[in-house]
């Protein structure tokens, strides 16, 4: 269904009052569940889908387009961008409750991503990721 008005236009238009576009960009359920492949993935290899890899070129592409695409059609002031980058583990699928107590370096290591983007570039960078995976996951990624 079409907006009858547009609202955000409406606000931009108006001589006394910058507007700022809030976009939303790596934490994207919808698209994960479409485009696993462009998931940040655990060590244990399970897919975040909640949680776009900006390392993956098709997420990042897509943050980038969005960003192009509201700057375009607005004469916007700037952009607030929400979730540029990974998610920690904390943050959960749909903020729900982990009922247990966790530490900082596993919330950590949980929150690292471990797809095939995230590993060539931690090869490029003389880190050896594939050590850090769970070793039945190594090959999975």
Not at 34 to 54: K, M, Q, W
Not at 102 to 128: P, R, S
């Amino acid at each position: 269904m079409l907006a009858e008005r547009d609202i955000f236009g409406e606000c931009c238009q108006l001589a006394d009052m910058d507007t700022n576009a809030w976009m939303v960009l790596m934490h994207n359920t919808r698209l994960g569940e479409r485009h696993a492949e462009a998931s940040v993935t655990n060590a244990f290899g399970d897919r975040y889908i909640y949680n776009l890899c900006p390392a993956a070129p098709a997420a990042r592409e897509y943050a980038v387009a969005l960003c192009e695409d509201i700057a375009d059609a607005y004469p916007i002031s700037g952009l607030t961008l929400e979730t540029p980058g990974w998610l920690p583990f904390a943050h959960g699928y749909h903020h729900e409750f982990g009922l247990l107590r966790q530490n900082a370096w596993l919330d950590n290591y949980l929150g690292l991503c471990f797809c095939q983007h995230c590993m060539a570039g931690a090869e490029g960078a003389g880190i050896d990721a594939a050590a850090c995976a769970v070793p039945w996951a190594r090959s999975t990624s």
